[in-house]
């Protein structure tokens, strides 16, 4: 069964550096996202994506964040200048309509920012 | 951003007796809802949906029913499994609104 793979697992980075999390989306899909996951809060919406642009993104997604789709199957989160709130679990979700139907997410990547 | 609410953080259920998660929403632009399952140290994963033109769905053992006028969701499993032990999220999305909210999660133990 086709799914969402994301890497690094675990990222650790210090404060100020920039980090890229990487996905690849299930390879039919059009709709892209990434959500964060702050140790023992909720599911967090960040930005959605589609056809090389982003759709929609939450007050979350400042100037600090950034994707880019830079080939047919990759999906990144780039962190330019990472924070210490910034520790959370980043997943990608993929699906082939918008969000009325399901998407499929990811086994996340873990950003510890010392 | 409290637009979806799950009020219980976890419920503990018997295996074979029902599971009821719920959850509450105060937009009432949300016109999809949805219920993902999630294991430790993997993704949310689909389980089932709902839209707002309809009050019930089912699939095999889990049920959603969808209240408007009270704004209030919920998910029924029955029978529960040992294997339906996860934290059960509900999300709601508006329209075309790629923007999917999540509440905080139900931790669902389900002991035999």
């Known amino acids: 069964e086709p799914e969402v793979t994301q890497t690094p697992s675990h990222q650790v980075t210090q404060m100020g550096q920039e980090v890229i999390l990487r996905c690849v989306p299930i390879?039919?899909?059009?709709?892209f996202y990434w959500y964060r996951q702050i140790l023992g809060q909720k599911v967090e919406f960040l930005v959605s994506f589609y056809n090389n642009e982003i759709s929609e993104k939450s007050e979350i997604f400042d100037d600090q964040f950034s994707v880019e789709r830079p080939d047919g199957s990759n999906f990144t989160l780039k962190i330019r200048s990472t924070k210490l709130e910034d520790s959370a679990m980043y997943f990608c979700?993929?699906?082939?309509?918008?969000?009325?139907?399901?998407?499929?997410f990811g086994p996340g990547t873990r950003l510890t920012v010392l | 951003d409290q637009q979806v609410k799950q009020n219980s953080p976890s419920l503990s259920v018997q295996e074979g007796r029902i599971s009821i998660l719920n959850c509450d929403y105060t937009?009432?632009?949300?016109?999809?809802f949805l219920w993902y399952k999630k294991y430790p140290a993997e993704g949310p994963t689909f389980l089932i949906s709902i839209s707002s033109i309809k009050d019930k769905n089912e699939d095999g053992r889990f049920t959603v029913f969808l209240n408007k006028s009270a704004k209030h969701l919920s998910l029924h499993i029955v029978p529960s499994q040992p294997g339906d032990s996860a934290v059960y999220f509900c999300?709601?999305?508006?329209?075309?609104?790629?923007?999917?909210?999540f509440g905080a999660g139900t931790r669902l133990t389900v002991k035999p």
């Open positions: 999300a709601a999305s508006a329209g075309n609104n790629n923007d999917m909210r």
């Open positions: 390879s039919n899909h059009l709709y």
């Open positions: 937009n009432s632009m949300f016109d999809y």
């Open positions: 979700a993929s699906s082939a309509q918008p969000s009325y139907n399901e998407q499929f």
